[in-house]
């Protein structure tokens, strides 16, 4: 229930606050004083698209704010609770700002989240009814959904069963029709795998292999030019051939020890020279043994090698240049052949999905027979009860029919087209209620169907924006009566310009626009005694004090306290 409304430069709306409260709120005013702006004020904070239009010129943004009284809602707690936000003590505050440039931001529970939650959250806390709303009645859609609200949990429970059914066969479904259809492509794809695949398991490449080929081939294609330089750098380091005029590294640094030993101890800096010297020496012989070994180790025939050498680098890329790099080329043999053995599959799954679809569209069409034998029978209920209220609406000689026909196919709802057809009197064929009602019936009916699906289905709030449009006299007292009766069950808001509906409100509200133009605080003014009489009186006549018009309005007063009693 929402027990508070608080609207900040909204369209006319300078500053406002609405008491709501439970029971039946008439929020009534004259033309441009902003009532509207309640609906649209509850539309936003229950996720409405944002316009910047409905900022209230010169202001920076509009802001409206919402109180919601909670009994007990899992859904609505659980959903407030992933969004950051809290309920305090089962109150919950929803908030929504709306800039001049166009950005929204909403407020859930004290914390800022996606506008989509405040949608998702309506779906727990409130029934909006516009006229446009009247006009969605109109579609076969709704008409179903209201069928469907009205035969409650039964078939709710068996509608989820079907939905997931349904889900499941359409998917193998679809699944086996794209095998069929692509069955011969599949096999190319198939055969083109093996060859590719052939390629890789002949070659077995290894990673990090074309690197490795490469130096190979680099060392193999210098081999020469290695064996003479390492040949020449041994000799420099350390002469084989004895008696040779040019002394080796070797011999030099020997020599060049020998001088620094031999004078050492006459002075202790000389000291770390001669241990360098000498480390010189020994890092020299370590690097003779290495050349030698070097040079022994060197492929006696290397062009016998490098040709194989060269023949392994043009196998590989070969793969390269199929695959883009080798590690592609290694990966390739792991996930191609997984999707062959897939491929190969195909037969096998196809007699798999055929079994399985044939299983499932079985469970389908007996969750749709189910679901159809359901709405029919609540069909006749929805249709007695509603015709029944159409004769408390003035509309006495109407009849309402609501019918289940059976479609070709199953569809994500059913196997169902649900039609609400209107009887306006005695005689007349049964008409689609798009055709069958003017628009002051529509809102009657859109009525009805309320009250009678409310008591199946109850909803916390119901708003009404101009139900009673293209009503008056008896038909509005009906309104305004039938209003009463479903705010019993839930808290009704309505903006009206009816005294007739107004009358039968446990709380009104009069928006009243300033001199200035301007809607502020203490021009939303909670009706009681001579003030909701005066208010009446306008809405009658235009004036609020005309005589008549305010004899007119305690009897309209007087008529509501008696359906009160």
């Known amino acids: 229930m929402i027990e508070e409304l608080g609207i900040r430069d909204l369209g006319v709306i300078a500053d406002a606050t609405l008491p709501l409260g439970p029971g039946f709120t008439a929020v009534t005013g004259e033309t441009g004083a902003g009532k509207t702006m309640v609906v649209t004020a509850l539309g936003l ?18 802001w409206v704010e919402g109180r919601w009284l909670l009994a ?25 700002s709306v800039s001049a440039e166009g950005r929204s931001r909403a407020i859930v529970g004290g914390r800022s989240a996606p506008v989509g939650v405040l949608a998702e959250l309506a779906d727990h806390l409130v029934v909006v009814h516009g006229q446009a709303d009247q006009q969605r009645l109109r579609s076969a859609t709704a008409q179903r959904e209201a069928l469907d609200r009205f035969a409650g949990t039964d078939l709710a429970d068996v509608l989820d069963a079907y ?21 011969d492509e599949r096999l190319r794809e198939a055969e083109e795998l093996r060859v590719a695949l052939d390629e890789v398991e002949a070659a077995d490449p290894r990673p990090g292999e074309d690197d490795a080929l490469q130096e190979r081939a680099d060392r193999l294609t210098n081999l020469e030019d290695l064996r003479l330089a390492a040949a020449q750098a041994r000799e420099l380091i350390s002469a084989e051939v004895a008696g040779d005029d040019t002394p080796d590294a ?12 031999r004078v050492v101890a006459h002075d202790p800096a000389l000291a770390p020279i001669a241990e360098a010297v000498a480390s010189a020496g020994f890092a020299l012989a370590d690097a003779a043994t290495e050349l030698s070994g070097y040079l022994a180790g060197l492929d006696a025939d290397g062009a016998a090698e490098l040709e ?10 070969s793969l390269v240049r199929r695959h883009g790099t080798l590690e592609d080329a290694i990966a390739f043999r792991h996930d191609g052949g997984l999707r062959l053995v897939e491929l190969d599959g195909d037969d096998e799954r196809i007699e798999r999905l055929e079994r399985a679809v044939e299983r499932r569209a079985e469970e389908v069409d007996e969750l749709a027979g189910r679901i159809s034998a359901l709405r029919t029978e609540a069909a006749s209920r929805l249709a007695a009860a509603v015709t029944a209220e159409l004769a408390a609406l003035a509309m006495p000689d109407a009849e309402l029919a609501v019918e289940v026909e059976p479609l070709a196919e199953p569809t994500s709802h059913g196997r169902d087209r649900v039609a609400i057809r209107l009887r306006p009197h005695p005689g007349a064929e049964p008409r689609p209620v798009a055709k069958g009602a003017s628009g002051g019936e529509l809102s009657r009916v859109m009525l009805a169907i309320e009250v009678v699906i409310a008591g199946a289905d109850p909803v916390p709030t119901f708003v009404f924006d101009e139900i009673d449009a293209g ?17 019993e069950r839930s808290q009704v808001i309505v903006v009206t310009h009816l005294a007739q509906v107004a009358a039968f409100a446990s709380n009104h509200l009069s928006v009243v626009k300033g001199t200035d133009g301007r809607v502020t605080a203490s021009s939303v003014r909670q ?3 001579v003030e909701r009489e005066a208010e009446m009186a306008r809405l009658l006549s235009g004036l609020a004090d005309s005589e008549s018009g305010l004899a007119h309005a305690r009897e309209l007063l007087e008529i509501a306290e008696g359906h009160a009693a």
Do not use: N
């Open 163 to 183: 939905r997931d059914a349904y889900r499941a066969w359409r998917a193998e479904a679809d699944e086996l029709r794209s095998l069929r259809e692509h069955h």
């Open 308 to 317: 194989a050498v060269q023949e392994r680098r043009a196998v590989l890329a």
């Open 72 to 96: 007990d809602s899992a859904a609505v707690a659980e959903r407030v609770a992933d969004a950051g936000g809290e309920i305090d003590a089962g109150e919950l505050l929803l908030g929504r």
């Open 471 to 487: 009503v008056g006299g008896a038909a509005a007292i009906e309104i305004g009566r039938r209003l009463a009766r479903l705010a």
């Open 250 to 261: 070797i011999t030099l640094v020997e020599s060049a020890r020998r001088h620094v030993d």
């Open 45 to 62: 904070l229950l996720g409405a698209r944002s316009d910047a239009g409905t900022v209230r010129s010169g202001a920076k943004q509009a």
């Open 527 to 529: 009706l009681a005694g």
